[in-house]
């Protein structure tokens, strides 16, 4: 069964059209990350919630921001999407242990037209 | 200095070959170190966490040099199966962020 949850697998946004993404858990797990990859590189990390502490990158731009309203959901908005915008959008969760391993939702493929 | 290193690669190696990756790290106060595996367009996951007396799960060993900040893992007798990008991942432990490298490509050829 799938534990960390993404939806739309894939999402085809109008430059410029404000566009959501969701994740959600059943893990009940304290920490939740939105990381943008591109295509042969790194996962890279927008922003992480401690519970409801919201942790931002300094990188991440104000293009991008977040909701958390419980435990169990997170979401990602772009309020104004670029060209430069498209990528693969993964959302993680993990214990805050010291060993937190990070369970991947399979991802939201982000094309911008 | 990035976070994390990693050789890019293409890694391409014939069936049956033991190959190694190596990743470097700039943060001492890391805690955690981990290697994931990504299939193409597919998302992370977890292969093995890595501890610092080295650790090993059938055909992959993985070892930590706190001293010289350096991982390795190390895959033997590779299978077909294996082909995928191997990301090295560090953590300062509790609620701070995965830091990813930006991951070797293994291509094993039959």
């Known amino acids: 069964d799938a534990m960390v949850i993404q939806n739309p697998r894939y999402q085809v946004t109008q430059f410029g059209k404000p566009v959501t993404l969701s994740c959600s858990q059943t893990?009940?797990?304290?920490?939740m990350y939105w990381y943008q990859q591109k295509s042969s590189q790194a996962p890279k990390l927008l922003f992480h919630?401690?519970?409801?502490?919201?942790?931002n990158e300094a990188d991440t731009p104000d293009n991008f921001q977040s909701r958390r309203p419980n435990t169990s959901f997170c979401f990602l908005d772009i309020r104004s999407p670029g060209l430069g915008d498209a990528a693969m959008y993964l959302c993680?969760?993990?214990?805050?242990?010291?060993?937190?391993?990070?369970?991947f939702g399979q991802g939201t493929r982000l094309t911008v037209v | 200095r990035k976070e994390v290193e990693q050789d890019p690669g293409p890694f391409n190696v014939p069936e049956g070959a033991t190959v190694a990756f190596n990743c470097t790290y700039s943060n001492s106060a890391s805690q955690s170190f981990f290697w994931y595996r990504q299939d193409c367009r597919k998302e992370p996951k977890l292969l093995m966490s890595v501890y610092s007396s080295g650790n090993e799960d059938g055909r992959f060993t993985a070892q930590l040099n706190r001293a010289s900040q350096y991982i390795s893992l190390l895959i033997r007798d590779s299978k077909l199966s294996d082909s995928a990008t191997y990301l090295c991942v560090v953590n300062k432990g509790g609620n701070t962020p995965l830091v990813f490298g930006k991951g070797t490509r293994l291509s094993v050829i039959a």
């Open positions: 993680a969760t993990s214990r805050a242990t010291l060993e937190p391993e990070a369970f």
């Open positions: 893990l009940n797990h304290n920490v």
């Open positions: 919630y401690y519970d409801k502490d919201f942790n």
